[in-house]
């Protein structure tokens, strides 16, 4: 059974930065394109950063774009999503998700992905 896991949530103020984790059990990331996700009450789930497990390409929302890093790390078995200059939009849960595909889909259909976490909470406060 495969499981998906984040960390790293919690408050900050803004401007600030988080690190989320996404880890795995049942799956390897190694093989697999990762992406995160978040969602909060005001909005629909909004796709935030892909990694590609064939090329090693990352894509990002336009919202995020420049201030989001993502990336994979301990032998690809952990995705991480790096966060810089927190804005109080950023407010949402984030969500990891693993599709068994090599390639980052085209878009960001909920349906694209196979595994998803139970999400964790990051609050950007002003």
């Known amino acids: 059974q495969v499981q998906v896991a984040e960390s790293g949530g919690g408050l900050v103020q803004v401007g600030g930065s988080l690190r989320l984790s996404c880890t795995a059990s049942?799956?390897?990331?190694?093989?697999?394109?990762v992406a995160w996700f978040r969602q909060s009450p005001e909005k629909e789930r909004e796709g935030v950063s892909c990694?590609?497990?064939?090329?090693?390409?990352?894509y990002y929302g336009d919202s995020v774009k420049g201030r989001f890093t993502i990336y994979r790390a301990n032998g690809k078995m952990t995705v991480y999503l790096q966060m810089n200059d927190l804005k109080p939009e950023d407010t949402a849960i984030y969500y990891c998700?693993?599709?068994?595909?090599?390639?980052?889909?085209?878009?960001?259909?909920?349906?694209?992905?196979?595994?998803w976490g139970q999400g964790t909470q990051v609050t950007v406060s002003s």
């Open positions: 990694t590609s497990s064939g090329s090693g390409f990352n």
């Open positions: 049942g799956l390897s990331f190694a093989d697999n394109s």
């Open positions: 998700a693993a599709t068994r595909k090599t390639y980052c889909p085209g878009t960001w259909q909920r349906d694209n992905y196979d595994y």
